[in-house]
């Protein structure tokens, strides 16, 4: 299959497709941006310049780097999810189905 080449217009199903797969990468980028803000707000905000000092001394960067370093896999599991439920999807076009096929071999 040649993903470059399909000449696809798209129905609404898979116009549908396409704004989840926005909506969720939104998300993520949202969650990402709250997790960041929630550990300055601990570090810093919640306690006094000696806390601070104790708070950045016991905090688990390692735990908060594999959080940040998970969000790739979970768009990557979600768009895989959307696009194989529309590539087995036979009241769209073949051509639309091949789209989503070359979708989840790129994810």
Do not use: H
Not at 37 to 65: H, R
Not at 71 to 100: H, K, M, T, V
């Amino acid at each position: 299959m040649i993903c470059s080449t399909l000449n696809v217009s798209f129905g609404e199903k898979s116009k549908n497709g396409l704004e989840k797969v926005g909506t969720l990468y939104k998300k993520l980028k949202i969650f990402n941006a709250a997790l960041s803000a929630g550990v300055l707000v601990n570090l810093f905000f919640k306690n006094g310049v000696i806390g601070s000092s104790y708070a950045i001394s016991n905090y688990d960067f390692k735990l908060f780097s594999e959080a940040m370093q998970s969000s790739p896999g979970i768009i990557r599991s979600g768009i895989q999810q959307i696009a194989w439920d529309l590539s087995q999807d036979n009241s769209i076009s073949y051509n639309e189905r091949e789209f989503w096929k070359c979708i989840i071999n790129a994810a």
